[in-house]
């Protein structure tokens, strides 16, 4: 599912203004659907425009299954130079779990390869965020 982002007026120089952005898209779900883990693909430009958010995993209250090549797929097809990743902890603790660090690394590796650079992988929730990268998660 892909969401156009009207008012995508200020770059995404830091994690705030991202999560800013999906927090507009994410208020528009209603309650029960907020209870499900999404996984985010955020596709930036040159100048770290957003020009899309994409969800590509919904998972369960717990856990949402992420594969690189569903990750890459829409970026490559839509040249974004560059993009983040986010996804939401339904319990409420925005603070990353072993796996979402191990899948962080995964998709790095990833983009080394294919010249997609991931910028920041974002864990949220209603309230709060965590940037791996500002955690130091992230190279």
């Not at 955020?42 to 957003?50: D, K, V």
């Not at 829409?74 to 779990?97: D, F, L, M, Q, T």
């Not at 962080?104 to 390869?113: C, D, F, G, N, P």
Request: hydrophobic residues 40%; glycine residues 2%; positive net charge.
């Amino acid at each position: 599912m892909k969401f156009k982002v009207k008012d995508a007026k200020q770059p995404v120089n830091n994690p705030e203004v991202l999560y800013q952005a999906l927090l507009k898209v994410w208020k528009t779900f209603d309650y029960i659907a907020r209870q499900k883990e999404y996984f985010w693909v955020i596709h930036l430009t040159t100048r770290n425009m957003i020009k899309s958010l994409e969800i590509i995993s919904v998972g369960t209250l717990d856990a949402s299954l992420v594969h690189p090549r569903e990750v890459f797929v829409r970026a490559i097809k839509e040249h974004s130079y560059s993009i983040i990743v986010a996804h939401n902890h339904p319990s409420g603790n925005p603070e990353p779990s072993e796996e979402d660090i191990n899948i962080t690394k995964r998709l790095q590796r990833v983009s080394e390869t294919i010249g997609i650079p991931v910028l920041d992988h974002i864990v949220y929730t209603d309230q709060e965020f965590v940037s791996l990268k500002n955690k130091g998660y992230m190279l």
